[in-house]
């Protein structure tokens, strides 16, 4: 089936492909071009976790493997934006500091539980930093534009990163996370490349050459 | 030494790592070329020399961009 109409629609293949690197190839019957396309892009994408360590995929949106929020609180006329990964669950108000500030007691959700705190900053609420500044959060992180059209295995390895980052893996800096970036990234690429072509394949309209 | 005994491969960054990091570019240049020319060869058979040709390509591409930026920094250095 290496040219002409093929049976399986082309929506299918495009899917399959993105679940997994090569997969649309597999079921075009391809088995040769799915093992070197889909295992060239798997193996790039793992060695680019060898070389930078697994904390090289960033979740967009967390913060040491944890949630990252902005905070908003009232200091006096002002409105201060915070980040934090300690969203709060509750407030209540607490008296007055020997100032005469209205004191507020707060309960923070911390890893395994909540911590309370007295501030006289008043907590106005918080928002995931996602759906605060999408943009701005891609904008600082995007190496992961490239590695994410890697599919699924990019969250799992993300999912990964952040419980490495939760028991205090550090990250890798300079060379080797550049390479590592690099190498992820252009695993993603490449696979958007073999998404369209597996698809055009499917579709019949697959470039002579 | 320390350093190895504590190194969990996947985990932490490669270990030595940082004194070679242009030596990565070879095994990048080869998994491109392997992706790349899979996609693009029509027969099985083919993929080996066309692999070699492009990995080839691309380090000579490497070499002559890397002389080209040393040129261009001579040519700086003595301009100024």
Partial sequence: ?209 | MMALLAYAPMLDPLVGGWDYWYLMLLPLALLVSVVYKAMRVEEPKELPRQVTRAFLKFIIAFLLLAAGLWVLMLIVERSV
């Avoid at chain 1, 629609?9 to 997969?23: H, K, N, Q």
């Avoid at chain 1, 007691?105 to 918080?126: D, F, L, S």
């Avoid at chain 1, 696979?191 to 499917?202: E, H, Q």
């Fill in chain 1, 1 to 209: 089936m290496e040219s002409g109409e093929s049976k399986v629609s082309p929506v299918i293949v495009a899917i399959a492909s993105i679940i997994l690197p090569g997969m649309g190839y597999l079921l075009l019957g391809q088995k040769w071009r799915a093992f070197f396309a889909g295992g060239g892009i798997i193996t790039l994408f793992l060695l680019g976790i060898f070389f930078a360590g697994i904390r090289v995929i960033n979740l967009p949106g967390y913060q040491d493997g944890y949630l990252s929020y902005v905070e908003a609180r009232r200091v006096g006329e002002m409105v201060h934006l915070v980040p934090t990964t300690q969203p709060i669950v509750e407030v209540r108000e607490a008296g007055r500091d020997l100032a005469g500030r209205a004191q507020y007691a707060i309960k923070r959700k911390v890893p395994g539980g909540v911590r309370e705190e007295i501030t006289t900053e008043r907590p106005m609420g918080h928002r995931w930093v996602m759906l605060y500044s999408p943009m701005s959060v891609l904008g600082g992180n995007l190496w992961f534009l490239g590695q994410i059209l890697t599919g699924p295995i990019c969250l799992v390895a993300g999912y990964l990163s952040n419980l490495a980052a939760q028991a205090g893996v550090a990250k890798s800096y300079a060379r080797l996370a550049d390479i590592g970036a690099l190498y992820t990234a252009v695993a993603g690429m490449l696979n958007l490349l073999v998404i369209i072509d597996a698809t055009s394949r499917a579709s019949g309209k697959a470039v002579r050459r």
